[in-house]
């Protein structure tokens, strides 16, 4: 079960950082990505660590200003978002998967679990 954390209102410019706690299973065997989805809108990719090795991938639409990373003693990925624009506003979900190749990583299809998905609204 993962569970994600941290979302909330924050003006354009703010910062926020997204929790996903994972309990039955472990993060530190498993790639794990966040995704958003807007209204009306598919879910996206957004960020993504690999299993192993921890590298990381974004989309060209959060580099440079969003940092993926992990806590193993915790069982637990981050989500730091910095700069934030009212077109970053979605429900974020995180993802994980034991079996994710880095060619899949950035597809939602390849993550067979999922947490509830936590709202981040950007306000301008």
């Known amino acids: 079960q993962l569970v994600e954390s941290g979302g909330g209102l924050v003006q354009a410019g703010g910062s926020l950082r997204l929790s996903c706690a994972a309990s039955g299973l472990s993060f530190s065997n498993s790639a794990v990505g966040w995704f958003r989805q807007a209204p009306g809108k598919e879910r996206e990719f957004v960020a993504a660590?690999?299993?192993?090795?921890?590298?990381?991938y974004y989309a060209d639409s959060v580099k440079g200003r969003f940092a993926i990373s992990r806590d193993n003693a915790k069982n637990t990925v981050y989500l730091q978002m910095n700069s934030l624009k009212p077109e970053d506003t979605a429900v974020y979900y995180c993802?994980?998967?034991?079996?994710?190749?880095?060619?899949?990583?950035?597809?939602?299809?390849?993550?067979?679990?999922w947490g509830q998905g936590t709202q981040v609204t950007v306000s301008s």
């Open positions: 993802g994980a998967s034991s079996f994710v190749t880095s060619s899949a990583i950035r597809l939602r299809y390849a993550y067979n679990h």
């Open positions: 660590i690999s299993r192993s090795i921890d590298t990381t």
